[in-house]
């Protein structure tokens, strides 16, 4: 039998996160069953369960890979532009193929899974601390405003986001959004600044 690489490995693993973050968005975590998550992934539950443990682990991985993909977007630009990027992927009708539809699916399961919750703290801490380091570096360039503290001003953006997630989430219209998140970039802003 021929060796496998660990290119190749890896891609399978890819290959099983794209076809679950396509299943978990639309049937919901529940809702992905085994049997969908071998339609969505082109593969059998041997080879899926080969890789993650359980459809939890699964599920935990692939919302790991988004929160570290967003956490490298805020590092270098910022968590307006996070949002920025949902806010694309709704408009495009790709909402469910983007980190919102494992944002939704993550909110869903924190309201209802206590379990799931401890898990889950882990993995949000990485974007935490990315919001908070990049404004740590904004205030010490004097880009961000020195009136309020910089955990304050993480905590606002936090809670902007997770209203953002949840405006889209209800199919509510996105049309003057992009104008709300110009004012929540100039809110965080030194006077006469740039870049959030």
């Known amino acids: 039998m021929p060796r496998v690489s660990s ?25 992905a069953t085994v049997r969908r998550l071998e339609q969505s992934t082109g593969l059998s539950r041997g080879a899926i369960f080969h890789y993650f443990r359980d459809k939890e682990a699964l599920f935990l991985a692939l919302a790991e890979e988004d929160a570290q993909r967003m956490a490298d977007v805020v590092a270098e630009q910022g968590l307006v532009q996070v949002m920025r990027d949902l806010l694309r992927a709704a408009e495009a009708g790709d909402a469910d193929r983007s980190w919102l539809g494992t944002r939704l699916e993550v909110s869903r399961r924190l309201r209802t899974d206590p379990d799931f919750r401890g898990r889950w703290q882990a993995q ?22 020195d009136d309020v503290p910089a955990p304050v001003l993480a905590r606002y953006l936090e809670l902007v986001f997770e209203g953002l997630i949840s405006h889209l989430a209800m199919g509510l219209p996105a049309d003057d959004l992009d104008a709300v998140l110009d004012v929540v970039e100039h809110g965080v802003r030194a006077a006469a600044r740039q870049q959030a």
């Open 7 to 31: 290119d190749q490995l890896a891609a399978r693993r890819q290959q099983i996160l794209d076809g679950a973050r396509t299943c978990f968005a639309d049937h919901g975590y529940e809702g």
């Open 124 to 145: 949000s801490a990485a974007l935490t601390a990315a919001t908070r380091e990049r404004l740590e570096r904004q205030a010490a360039t004097g880009s961000l405003r």
